[in-house]
């Protein structure tokens, strides 16, 4: 699973949600690395979010992997963050002052005015999943390229943690890889058989910063 890649709002601290800004020209370049990361491994399929940051990045995978087609699939997008797309730090604090210190102690998607809500973001994310996993079959290799707050709550029901709980430990920057192996059968993801191979392996990215 792929991170997409930075956009002119993650540059700047703006929160996204499912609206859709462009990429950055970092962002752009992001892709790039992340395709030749990539490209020499066998994949067998290749899904991707329909908002133009993942769709943009998995375009660039596509391309070295010919024969290879990007299918998008919009149960792959970000958490619905309603009246809070678009705002900052700075916004956050002068529209919603009491929500936001309440967030800052405790988050949850729950809190968000107008949002998707936790319940309904991990039954879209669990159930797209579960579709994919599905359709590729137990010996597959399959990318998927989507956003931050699809991966952590994957990852969340891995290992357990409640759909309403942000209290969550993992980084995952942009176009950074997270890789899991196991079972097709979503009933077999909540044990040893699913395993986390890598979360946040961002080698590609460690690599360019040491040639510039």
């Known amino acids: 699973m792929i991170r997409h890649a930075q956009t002119v709002w993650n540059a700047t601290g703006r929160i996204q949600g499912q609206a859709d800004p462009e990429l950055s020209e970092v962002g752009r370049e992001q892709c790039e690395l992340v395709a030749q990361r990539l490209a020499a491994v066998d994949l067998d399929a290749l899904y991707t979010s329909d908002l133009s940051r993942a769709s943009e990045t998995a375009e660039a995978i596509?391309?070295?992997?010919?024969?290879?087609?990007?299918?998008?699939?919009?149960?792959?997008?970000?958490?619905?963050?309603g009246e809070w797309e678009g705002a900052d730090r700075d916004s956050l604090q002068r529209g919603w002052p009491d929500l936001f210190a309440q967030w800052l102690k405790s988050p949850s998607w729950d809190m968000v005015p107008g949002g998707e809500g936790s319940a309904a973001f991990e039954d879209r994310v669990v159930r797209?999943?579960?579709?994919?996993?599905?359709?590729?079959?137990?010996?597959?290799?399959?990318?998927?390229?989507?956003?931050?707050?699809?991966?952590?709550?994957?990852?969340?029901?891995?290992?357990?943690i409640s759909a309403g709980s942000l209290r969550f430990p993992w980084a995952v920057d942009n176009t950074a890889l997270t890789v899991l192996r196991g079972p097709v059968d979503r009933a077999r993801w909540l044990t040893p058989e699913m395993e986390i191979v890598a979360i946040n392996d961002n080698l590609h990215l460690r690599s360019a910063e040491r040639v510039a």
């Open 62 to 81: 596509a391309r070295l992997h010919p024969g290879l087609a990007a299918q998008l699939d919009s149960d792959l997008r970000e958490v619905d963050l």
């Open 128 to 160: 797209c999943f579960g579709r994919i996993a599905a359709d590729a079959g137990d010996q597959a290799t399959v990318a998927v390229v989507t956003h931050i707050g699809v991966l952590r709550c994957l990852l969340s029901k891995i290992v357990g």
